[in-house]
């Protein structure tokens, strides 16, 4: 039997080829405040799916200018930006990998020049104070994640993943600690989600893939949001047709959790067996029996790997080798990949 974790799997409308994700993760690389793509994320996501990387998740992309963590960040607030997505996806799918996006918005950690956005004029530690969305400033956004999801099909990308994590501006949003208001999006737990509810909406009316969510599973604070309460969004996120939800945590305050190897993984087994939703586990995961084992026991259906893809390329060919299990890798390659050429003196 085929180890789960080099098994293809079917989401949505698409049959990804393994259970291997990239993990989007920030590269700050790209250059005069454009948002374009650059030969570094060429360089860079390719390589992973040479690698054999099933899922390659864009990182982090501004929605609006202003939305942008840093000056560096990719966006996709123009229909400028296509061209360089597009290219990026076909060659990722040339290599036999899928490809997908994260739509974001910065809010109150944004340190572009200019206002800054959040649902409360509260400030994240030092920085700057943002400036309390008024209901157009809400329209706007939600309008903005709609368009970026547009052009995200017309540049190729399989997935869209919804950026609602991290402290950003969905985050924000969704716990009251960052959270004050007392209107329609503020108050109860319920209405924090109306703004996450309507991006889903929106990006749903013009987009027929597999649909993401990163969350913050929790806050790490008595007073803010717990798994508990992302078990109750990611029912509300099932219902209005959200394929998977990414389980990371933390950011909405500047608290260090406890971290070990795995230490997010009980977070999106608890989504995914309360929720009765998919899951993807991230954090620390270095190792191809330990997401083997995450995935055998259910509890989790797709491994996000973020630093072991920045240390090594080739990961998936590391796991396989660790689990005793032959993968294809590029023909290029072939005298030095396959594990039975590698291993032939085992036979």
Known sequence: MKLKLFSPFKISNITLKNRIVMSPMCQFSSHEKDGK??????????????GQVGLII?????????GRISDKDLGIWSDKHIKGFNKLSRMVHHQGAHIGIQL????????????????????FEKMKTPIEMSKKDI???????KDGAVRAKKAGFDVIEIHAAHGYLINEFLSPLS?????????????????????????????????????????????G???????EYAKLMKNQGVDL???????????????YPGYQVKLAEEVKKRATIMTGAVGLITSGLQAEEILSNDRSDLIFIGRELLRDPYWPRVAADE?????????????SWSWKIRYKHLD
């Open 37 to 50: 793509i650059q030969d570094w994320h060429l360089t860079h996501y390719i390589s992973r799916a040479v």
């Open 58 to 66: 864009v990182e982090s992309t501004a929605v609006t200018p202003q």
């Open 104 to 123: 974001a918005h910065a809010g109150r950690k944004a340190t572009v020049d200019g206002d800054i956005f959040s649902p409360s004029a509260v400030p």
């Open 139 to 145: 329209k706007e956004v939600i309008q903005a994640f």
């Open 179 to 223: 959270n004050l208001r007392q209107d329609e999006y503020g108050g109860t737990k319920i209405k924090r989600y109306r703004f996450l509810k309507e991006i889903i909406d929106a990006v749903n009316q013009v987009w027929d893939g597999p649909l993401f969510v990163r969350i913050s599973a929790t806050d790490y604070h008595s007073e």
């Open 225 to 231: 949001n717990s798994v508990n309460d992302y078990v």
């Open 245 to 259: 939800v990414d389980c990371s945590s933390g950011a909405v305050l500047n608290i260090k959790p406890n971290v």
């Open 323 to 335: 689990l005793g299990t032959p993968i294809d890798g590029p023909n290029q390659y072939d005298r």
